[in-house]
């Protein structure tokens, strides 16, 4: 088992930042690639970005956020990350890490991921 907590969201402008992080206990968290989804009211829960268990610097991104969300971990404190910028009103969702083993080709489809956090709230004012 793998327990994944988020923290980070909030409320913020159009143009603003944001971070997010995910602690995860459990598992060995070196194993396991790390995603960010989300889900705004109404919608299906969508891949965001992630970052792979066979390289720390092999990322992926989803067109929309691609040039303004970084994500990146840090395997000695079992911790990932998702920085946001240049937020903009449609990034408003419940945003939420997962951890799994997909491969290359699943790397973006959530049902290849294992263990969900419980989400935190971005919320992008215009």
């Known amino acids: 088992q793998v327990q994944l907590v988020e923290s980070g969201g909030g409320l913020v402008q159009a143009g603003g930042s944001l971070g997010l992080s995910c602690a995860a206990s459990?598992?060995?968290?070196?194993?396991?690639?790390m995603g960010w989804f989300r889900q705004a009211p109404g919608k299906e829960r969508e891949f965001v970005a992630a970052?792979?268990?066979?390289?720390?610097?092999?990322?992926y991104y989803a067109d929309s956020v691609k040039g303004r969300f970084t994500v990146s971990r840090d395997n000695a404190k079992n911790t990932v990350y998702l920085q946001m910028n240049s937020l903009k009103p449609e990034d408003t969702a419940v945003y939420y890490c997962?951890?799994?083993?997909?491969?290359?080709?699943?790397?973006?489809?959530?049902?290849?991921?294992?263990?969900w956090g419980q989400g935190t709230q971005v919320t992008v004012s215009s």
């Open positions: 459990g598992r060995t968290f070196s194993n396991y690639a």
């Open positions: 997962a951890a799994g083993t997909p491969s290359r080709i699943q790397i973006r489809a959530p049902a290849a991921y294992n263990y």
């Open positions: 970052t792979t268990s066979w390289s720390v610097s092999t990322t």
